[in-house]
């Protein structure tokens, strides 16, 4: 049997520890399973929800991705945000998974689109200006247990800066306008899409926003 590794790309606001469940999942099916956190978010994040440039969680990928360097079968799987990082990873050629697996990768979000167009002119004026999550207790989720869990977590916060929106609206914006080249990278049979029945930890992040 070829041995088989994953990454998990956790969501937006989160940190890894909120995918370990579905790291047992995998690591149940023998799957070797590496948890990151995106830069700007966990225990070793200097402030939470901030980062200078994308450049950090390209490098981040690619740091984490070498730890499934000795796997026959290499997997990335994006939840959310971490979704979006997977693709923009992949489409520009940071990291080459045999295998994509996608739970609602923000492709879209809530967010007013004059708040987004003004982001870059925020950034510079103001990098450091928090701009708050759009996910309350009332459209987190309709499970109490779930939605306790999610805003008793210390790690979880609830706001980023300004230079980190715009850099998560740039790429969002890369993600779709080049996503039609995912199938000249990856065999489309491979691309998972909100695939198999996982036992999903909860983020900051619906298919909607």
């Known amino acids: 049997m070829k041995k088989a590794s994953i990454l ?19 690591k ?64 520009k050629g940071l990291i080459e998974p045999d295998f994509l697996i996608l739970s609602a990768p923000t492709l879209g979000d809530n ?26 207790k009332r459209n987190l989720s309709t499970d109490e247990s779930v ?5 008793d977590d210390p790690l979880v916060f609830r706001s980023l800066t300004a230079r980190y929106a715009k850099e998560a609206i740039e790429t969002q914006n890369f993600v779709n306008e080049n996503i039609k080249n995912l199938k000249t990278l990856c065999n489309p049979a491979k691309v998972i899409i909100k695939a198999a029945p996982l036992p999903m930890a909860s983020d900051s992040l619906s298919p909607t926003i």
């Open 28 to 91: 149940e099916l023998g799957i070797n399973s590496y948890l990151m956190d995106i830069p700007g978010h966990g225990n070793e994040a200097k402030v939470l929800g901030d980062i200078s440039s994308w450049d950090e969680i390209d490098n981040s990928v690619k740091s984490n991705y070498s730890y499934l360097s000795s796997s026959e079968i290499k997997i990335v799987f994006g939840h959310s945000f971490g979704g979006q990082v997977a693709l923009y990873s992949i489409l």
């Open 147 to 151: 939605v306790k869990d999610y805003f």
């Open 8 to 26: 998990i790309i956790h969501g937006l606001f989160e940190h890894k520890g909120r995918q370990e469940i579905n790291a047992s999942w995998f």
């Open 111 to 136: 967010y007013p689109q004059f708040i987004k167009n003004l982001s870059k002119t925020i950034s510079k004026i103001s990098p450091a200006l928090r701009i708050p999550s759009s996910v309350n």
